[in-house]
């Protein structure tokens, strides 16, 4: 798997997932994070990366999302900001 099609994965189970539980996204996402590590060397690119965990985190848990203004669908909004910078910074392949 390529890193944009990681990026886009991401994208794609933030968008189909409702906020709630979520075990299996957020592992899935962490091991994206992960990959993407290794390939992004940018250093706002690297912060968006543990953005995007941390807003995952938030966004898969029972009640946490709840605690933001706009919920679950402002997390969302802020994780998929995250890897746009994050998309935007990988190398062209």
Same mark, same amino acid.
């Not at 250093?43 to 709840?66: C, M, N, P, T, V």
């Not at 203004?69 to 890897?83: D, F, K, P, S």
């Given at each position: 798997?390529?890193?944009?099609?990681?990026?886009? #994965? &991401? +994208? @794609?189970?933030?968008?189909?997932?409702?906020?709630g539980?979520?075990?299996?996204?957020?592992?899935?996402? *962490?091991?994206?994070?992960?990959?993407?590590?290794?390939?992004?060397?940018?250093r706002?690119?690297?912060?968006?990366?543990? #953005? &995007? +965990? @941390?807003?995952?985190?938030?966004?898969?848990?029972?009640?946490?999302?709840?605690?933001?203004?706009?919920? *679950?669908?402002?997390?969302?909004?802020?994780?998929?900001?995250?890897?746009?910078?994050?998309?935007?910074?990988?190398?062209?392949?």
């Amino acid at each position: 798997m390529t890193s944009q099609e990681r990026v886009k #994965d &991401i +994208e @794609r189970l933030v968008n189909r997932s409702s906020p709630g539980a979520n075990d299996s996204a957020l592992r899935t996402i *962490g091991d994206h994070v992960f990959a993407l590590r290794s390939v992004v060397t940018d250093r706002f690119a690297r912060g968006k990366l543990a #953005d &995007i +965990e @941390r807003w995952s985190e938030i966004y898969f848990s029972h009640r946490k999302h709840q605690k933001h203004a706009g919920g *679950g669908e402002q997390v969302a909004v802020w994780i998929l900001a995250a890897c746009r910078a994050v998309a935007d910074a990988l190398p062209e392949t």
